[in-house]
């Protein structure tokens, strides 16, 4: 099926090109409409039914009115002068801040920038006042938008209406602050926009130049680039599609993380068609190029068929995960991947054979047989001394992997921020509780949904009040139908900080459990309650999903390499490769940069990726090690010619794939993220496939393939001689029997 699919788009290049190019354009158009369509606002609505803050959640909707696609933004307002507030200070701030409620805010758009390009978030905002601090230094606003924080719409909306307040202030002689998630993400992008534009440019730089050092041509460099972004706009179409039509709900996040995915692999499996390529046209200068693309495409259309499906199967088991964030995650990434991998079975094999032996130009390397080189070398090294290289490895992975001794989670999610609302943030908390702008809610309901009765809630209330670290309660609030009550407390810690999750989820639900009277129930909601509540699904699922990838991809490892031995290594080798990068991490950032822990969600961002994505690797390895064991001469002298030919495309795509999970660094809080996505990479094609995989192989001889056998194909006794005699020779530069690749 696959050299079916590869020769007709050969045959039919150009209308193939042709599909992928109209079809790319216009779902990259029409993404973000789409996407908004399938987004999902809080990260509370991912949280299963069973969890006490997703049924607090559920009362809130119900019975308060709350819109769940709310986002507050606390607004703060003082003198200019410093001094405390008057009551006809307070009298100006009311009026002005009645004024705001009922002027509609228009997102700003480019100039000419069609409407469906990106969504209308334009909205009228809910201001009210919400509190004067004790010493009447300022006056908080509380100020209401619809829409996901991470919505770029939503955060110009937000970025129109906090210009507007800050000048409808400021002439009145007051100065303004805002904070809240929305405004800490909007200052967030404001602060990170050049970095993450340097970012990227770095990446597409790093990809050029890499394409360009290698190949020598600018075609080979730009086209990699090219049939990505077609491919990834379709890709974008699809999730969106498929999203719909299921009803799964994304996070903001999703079509980035996406983006950083597809761009890694995509070059990846460009590279190695494009080696493969090359190294076929060298060995068959007479063959039409159009042929040659048909044959390399059916041959490593393979190896990269089964590393897709490694990186889909890693994925989709996500989807039974409890927290809705990653059960959409993973089928989002799945189906993004697939469109990737028909991408590469016909797209990629188009441009190949529309370019034919063009797209190397001007570089006239196709003309000669290259020099034995550096990878020449160690190939020959690796295979002349396998016992040393993987020991070697194993010391070094061993090392790294020892800095999991010790290793704690952070579910810290605040802390640490230097931008305008945090500052205003500490602005407020100098006089009132931390949680003020962000309280934790008590929502307290009847038995059989009657009416509840306030006056019974006052022990409640008052045991709330006693509980440390709970700076304030508010009063009893009743629902507009009486059947639900809400207490609301301002904790002295940030709402989003590992102090205040501990606090809600310890002592504040000790509490209610103690003090909720007899015929009511009552669950705790708010960000730090909600925060809780994740972290204890992040960790159901980690014991969930580690095993079923695990045993998904050693499936499909057995599937392709026919052997019970082979998937053994692979899987025992990757294994090592994410304890060494979890181990780095841990001692980067607990150890060395003295953080709280590592962040409760790398170990499971770590195996999808490292594992998922740095099989990639060791399955093109594997499979060219079994080829070349195939033909004729010793399996040491396969070996060395398998690293040979895979090091520059591994190495090549290798530092692409880390160089685009490094530009994550630019996004805030992303940093653990970006350091270990990066490393497990670079590990996992450098030292990996490289070495550790290529040395146990010249180790385990054709052994394992066990329980089958490679035995080497019949060759005249002349060329058998000459492979011997080449291998012996340290020089494994003799290139494959060409008749392997009709296969």
Known sequence: ???????????????????????????????????????????????????????????????????????????????????????????????EAAKLGQRRVEMPRMKDEPSFLLPDRSQTPKVAPAMVAPDRSFELLSAELTGNAGDDG??????????????????????????????????????????????????????????????????????????????????????????SLTGLKLDASTPGLISVVLLGIGIDYLLFLLFRFREHLRSRPEQPAREAAAEVAGRVGTAITSAALTIVAAFATLGVASFGQFRSLGPAIAVAVLVMLLGSLTLMPALLAACGRKIFWPSKSLRRQPREGAAARFGALVARRPAAMLLASVALLGALAAGTVGITMDYGQGGGSKTAAAATATEISRALPAGVSDPTSVYVTAAGGGPVDPGKLDGLSRALGKVEGVGQVGGTVLSPDARAARIDLYLTADTQSAKARELASGPVRAAVAANTPAGTSAHVGGTAAIFADISVAVDHDLTVVFPVAAALIALILLLLLRSLLAPLVLMLAVGLGFAATLGASTLVFQHLLDKPGVSFTLPLVLFLFVVALGTDYNILITDRIREEMEQPGPVRGAVARAVRHTTPAIATAGLVLAGSFATLATTPGSEQVAFALTLGILLSALVLSLVLVPAMAALLGRGLWWPLRTAPRHASAGAQAGAQAGAQAGAPDREPVPERLNA
Do not use: C, H
């Open 154 to 243: 939503v955060q110009k909306v937000y970025r129109a209406f906090r210009d507007a307040t800050r000048a409808q202030f400021a002439e009145a002689g007051m100065r303004t602050g805002f904070t809240g998630g929305l405004a800490e993400a909007a200052d967030s992008a404001d602060d990170n926009r050049t970095a993450t534009k340097v970012g990227g440019a770095l990446v597409m730089g790093l990809i050029v130049l890499l394409n360009v050092l290698v190949f020598r041509s600018v075609l080979a460099a730009v086209l990699p680039l090219l049939a990505v972004a077609f491919i990834g706009g379709v890709a974008g179409g699809a999730v969106a599609g498929a999203a």
């Open 1 to 95: 099926m696959i050299r079916a699919l590869t020769r007709f788009s050969t045959r039919n290049a150009w209308k193939v090109i042709a599909l992928w190019a109209v079809l790319g354009v216009g779902l990259t158009l029409l993404s973000p409409m789409l996407m908004s369509r399938v987004t999902q606002s809080q990260s509370g609505d991912f949280l299963p039914a069973s969890y006490d803050s997703a049924a607090a959640l559920r009362i809130a909707e119900e019975n308060f009115g709350i819109d769940p696609d709310a986002t507050t933004v606390t607004v703060l307002v003082a003198r200019t002068d410093g001094k405390a507030l008057t009551p006809a200070d307070e009298k100006r701030i009311g009026a």
